[in-house]
């Protein structure tokens, strides 16, 4: 009996106007068929009424197997997968992660090209702005981990053992560290950020996708300051008298800098996302947080709060164009699961525990190599962090019961950092400084997930999955 190769087939969503749908073809085959011609031949794009497909043969040149592959324009992005006969799993899933990796580097490169206008009704306009290094820094130190709290107190402490002496120094510090942790929510809410209410539930965003070579042209022209300004006038023009932005109103700004605002390169999108958080944080049986929005494009969210009822989750504007509302739930699931576990308070408590452990007990082992010293904990305590990280992985495929899609969502905002992972040793990665596991880990872990999702001891599964994971990095 000959066995006929399975075909597979996988959806790739990406946030693209219907203008550029079937010029991602030409990308996929300009920037990684041509590039690598020995692994790919009887590359052809054809034309159609509804969609474009570009078809290829994807081939290992040392050890004989193939696969044919297709790729169908449109939103979301077809793949089709045939493999050869003795085609391994492992060489179409790179296939297939090479092809979702192009797709968002297009939509990237259409990003880097885009006018964006976000609002939230009843609140003052707030123009798009890409975050600082002091306002990531901020917005870090408040979030989930705390842990750049422990980097930001360690050269304090120096300054005030040799104002106080040891005992003073100890107590001031402990006190504001919890301090910080106490007022966290307060301090993150705090800058140029939006309320989203029960009375005004809505961001909206509008984006405008020019031309890429027309953008970098005007760019190299006129300077990226002239971007802001093109932005403000529209602003003045729109918001500013209460009007919602369209093609009309922009194009009297657009044409006077040599840009058509084809409505068939716009695209608009209102998220109700009050109405996401309510639902996510009642999957958890949690008060309802505060939320506060930060119009950036870097795709992020946050929890932090010294309790549950104290909580207060962050959104960038980013995330809301990137993932779509079931993603954004399972994402905000994960926010969830840091508030519910308590991890600020915890965390501060592991902290705080190494540093009276530090000039206490482990003073004789500090004091004669500090750099080490501070090198091996730092590792430990972001390792630990971890811990917490996949807990909140975990508590969200069990509340949300979503794992898929949060994988999903995960793949999606940090696709690059995805395709990194995949050269050289993932040892580095699992003692680097961040509480976060690999991505790799993260998506297979969730991807592995029988739903409904149990656990008798989230913390516990997660604490092993983290280690067995960090182990495996050895194989």
Not at 15 to 32: A, G, Q, T
Not at 185 to 194: D, E, P, Q, R, S
Request: glycine share 6%; net charge neutral.
């Amino acid at each position: 009996m000959i066995e006929i190769p399975e075909t597979q087939t996988f959806l790739i969503d990406f946030d693209i106007s219907p203008e550029y749908h079937d010029e991602v073809l030409s990308f996929i085959d300009e920037n990684y068929l041509m590039v690598k011609p020995e692994y790919f031949s009887n590359v052809k794009i054809i034309r159609e009424n509804d969609s474009n497909r570009l078809l290829f043969t994807a081939r290992d040149p040392t050890k004989g197997f193939q696969i044919e592959a297709e790729v169908k324009s449109g939103n979301p992005v077809e793949l089709t997968l045939i493999p050869g006969d003795g085609t391994p799993s492992k060489f179409t899933e790179s296939v297939k992660d090479d092809i979702y990796f192009m797709v968002h580097l297009f939509e990237d490169n259409i990003r880097s090209s885009t006018i964006y206008f976000s609002w939230v009704e009843g609140e003052r306009v707030i123009p798009e702005q890409p975050p600082t290094s002091k306002k990531r820094t901020g917005d870090q130190l408040f979030t989930s981990s705390l842990l750049l709290v422990y980097i930001l107190f360690f050269a304090f402490n120096i300054v005030l053992f040799f104002l106080l002496g040891l005992y003073y120094a100890v107590a001031l510090i402990l006190l504001s560290q919890f301090v910080i942790v106490l007022f966290s929510n307060k301090i993150l809410a705090y800058g140029n950020k939006w309320n989203v209410t029960l009375q005004n539930p809505y961001v909206h965003i509008l984006e405008y996708q020019l031309p890429f070579k027309e953008f970098k042209e005007f760019q190299e022209k006129f300077g990226k300051e002239t971007v802001t300004q093109i932005k403000k006038e529209i602003y003045d023009r729109t918001f500013n008298q209460g009007i919602k932005p369209t093609c009309k109103l922009g194009d009297e700004v657009l044409e006077k800098y040599g840009f058509s605002c084809n409505p068939y390169r716009s695209l608009y999108k209102t998220v109700n996302v009050y109405d996401i958080v309510k639902k996510a944080a009642d999957s958890f049986g949690l008060p309802m947080p505060k939320i506060v929005i930060s119009n950036t494009m870097i795709a992020n969210a946050a929890a932090t709060g010294p309790t549950p009822s104290k909580g207060l989750v962050l959104i960038t504007t980013g995330l809301l164009v990137q993932l779509n509302k079931n993603e954004i739930l399972s994402v905000l699931g994960h926010e969830m699961g840091h508030l519910q576990g308590r991890d600020p308070l915890i965390l501060f408590s592991i902290i705080s525990g190494e540093f009276i452990l530090r000039f206490t007990v482990l003073f004789p082992i500090v004091i004669i190599n500090p750099i080490i010293y501070i090198i091996v904990i730092m590792a430990l305590i972001f390792f630990v962090g971890k811990f917490f990280e996949t807990r909140a992985d975990l508590l969200s495929a069990m509340k949300i019961g979503q794992p898929d899609v949060l994988a999903e969502a995960l793949r999606k905002i940090a696709y690059q950092r995805l395709q990194m992972e995949k050269v050289g040793s993932k040892i580095p990665r699992w003692l680097s400084w961040d509480t976060h596991p690999p991505v790799y880990f993260r998506i297979d872990r969730l991807k592995g997930m029988q739903t409904p999702v149990r656990s008798k001891n989230p913390l516990i599964q997660s604490a092993r999955d983290v280690v067995n994971g960090f182990l495996a990095s050895f194989r």
